[in-house]
């Protein structure tokens, strides 16, 4: 490959102009003086690397002539990977996605480099380059888009997971993307793909769905770890996943007796708290080992405290409340239960929501991430607590506190998008109109505005 000559007079010219010999311009530049010369005549193709050489010498914003370096790179038969590479990953680092798009849409017409994009894709993510990354992984998806190949599943998850936000229709659109392709992944990446989608569907309340996906990991999980042993009983090698296996079996019947509770069968519940609170079953016992099984213990002991109270057992609140007292993560989520038990039960929580206030003003604020649960499910979870807490309010002649959590509850729900809540959060408001003040309507009306935005 030549360099343009586009570059090569925009080089010449500011060579002219400043009156700086061709030595002269290679030494300020770090560039070999034999080298810069080829370049100039046109006899040796330019890296990257020197590019930025001379683009920083000139004087010029990085990245300043890719754009045309690209458009040279077009006028040849055959891309040159080991120039095409360094091109990606610098346009990565100074953001430059259009040229990312436009280099590797040209290498895209011929099939031989889609396992290199894909292996630099892989690079990308894991610097953190997300957003590169989820280009190469596209156009990997579209170039193996007749195909039942493994990498292609991946390319897929890869952009499952780069693309969700607070928006749960987005959410949803990409869990339906991906879900076909997940079984195609091996055995661990499925493994993870699989809590990743029954999170998702938790968040959106899909709970057959998250229930199927949840029975089918621990499945999976089972029938892996039970090849394992068998494996290391005929001291056979076996490779190992990053997570241990048996945590994917436990956070299984977790999930199960989360949504057991979910759906109001208690025993249920307790029946699959049963299975991740029984350990002596699991043979691993490294200490990573032993904090996994600790982690479950913990979640077992809250939530049978939980389970409890939800089924009507109201004298375990205080034991509960302590429980999530001592565990700052662990609160707001035992805080969305203790409300509905409320409600459900006729209790005085007063006590608990002021003893609670900073951390429920504080998640109104910054909607931060707690414990083990991705944002989607606190998010959601939150702006129902927050109507929650309004209904409660309101049902014992607090109007005023009342609606300012309603009034809450609908602008979050607004911002990720929870439908549910926005039509919730209007009725309950609609009925509180006449008692409303007019500071109230006003943010009322603001957050309306909003909502239209959204649609």
Same mark, same amino acid.
């Given at each position: ?20 010999? =061709? ?45 045309? #370096?690209?458009?040279? =790179? /077009? ?23 259009? $040229?990312? +798009? ?55 998850? /890869? ?7 607070? &928006? ?10 991906? +879900? ?53 009983? !005929? ?37 699959? =708290?049963?299975?991740?609170?029984? !350990? ?36 375990? =609140? ?10 700052? !993560? ?12 409320a409600k459900k039960y006729h209790i005085n929580v007063d006590h ?20 083990? #649960? ?22 014992? &002649? ?26 919730? $959060? ?6 509180? /109109? !006449? ?7 006003? /943010? ?12």
């Amino acid at each position: 490959m030549q360099l343009t000559m586009t570059i090569r007079s925009e080089l010449l010219n500011y060579i002219d102009q400043h009156e700086i010999i =061709l030595y002269r311009f290679s030494e300020l530049s770090g560039i070999n003086s034999g080298t810069f010369s080829r370049i100039i005549n046109g006899s040796q193709p330019i890296s990257v690397k020197i590019l930025d050489k001379i683009t920083a010498t000139m004087g010029l914003k990085e990245g300043h002539f890719y754009e045309q #370096y690209i458009d040279e =790179l /077009r006028n040849h038969t055959n891309l040159d990977w080991r120039r095409v590479r360094p091109l990606i990953i610098r346009s990565a680092e100074l953001c430059k996605l259009n $040229c990312i +798009e436009r280099i590797v849409d040209m290498m895209m017409e011929n099939t031989a480099y889609i396992a290199l994009l894909f292996d630099l894709a892989d690079v990308l993510h894991t610097e953190g380059k997300t957003e590169a990354a989820l280009i190469l992984y596209r156009k990997v998806s579209e170039g193996e888009r007749f195909q039942h190949a493994e990498r292609l599943a991946i390319c897929q998850y /890869r952009i499952f997971k780069s693309t969700q936000n607070d &928006d749960q229709q987005n959410n949803l659109e990409c869990a339906v993307q991906f +879900e076909p392709y997940a079984a195609r992944l091996n055995e661990w990446d499925q493994l993870d793909a699989l809590k990743d989608l029954t999170n998702l569907y938790l968040s959106l309340r899909r709970w057959d769905k998250a229930k199927h996906l949840a029975k089918h990991m621990g499945e999976l999980a089972t029938i892996q770890y039970e090849i394992k042993h068998e494996r290391i009983k !005929h001291n056979k090698r076996f490779t190992e996943p990053s997570k241990p296996l048996f945590g994917y079996i436990l956070y299984s019947n977790l999930i199960l007796g989360s949504i057991s509770e979910e759906q109001n069968e208690y025993q249920q519940a307790l029946h699959y =708290l049963s299975y991740y609170e029984d !350990h002596s079953w699991i043979v691993e016992n490294e200490y990573a080992d032993e904090q996994t099984k600790k982690q479950f213990r913990i979640w077992a002991e809250g939530n049978k405290y939980l389970y409890r109270l939800m089924a009507g057992e109201v004298e375990v =609140l205080d034991d509960y409340i302590e429980y999530l007292a001592s565990r700052e !993560h662990e609160i707001l989520k035992g805080l969305f239960k203790v409300i509905k038990a409320a409600k459900k039960y006729h209790i005085n929580v007063d006590h608990i929501l002021a003893r609670f206030e900073d951390t429920i003003d504080a998640q109104i604020k910054n909607q931060e991430n707690v414990g083990s #649960y991705t944002d989607q499910i606190i998010n959601d979870r939150f702006v129902n607590f927050l109507a929650d807490v309004g209904e409660y309010y309101v049902s014992s &002649d607090r109007v005023d506190t009342g609606i300012q959590f309603i009034l809450n509850s609908l602008a979050i729900s607004a911002k990720i998008n929870s439908n549910a809540c926005i039509l919730r $959060c209007f009725c309950m408001f609609d009925a509180l /109109r !006449h008692l409303v003040t007019e500071v109230d309507l006003r /943010r009322y009306k603001e957050i309306l505005k909003e909502v239209h935005r959204q649609l």
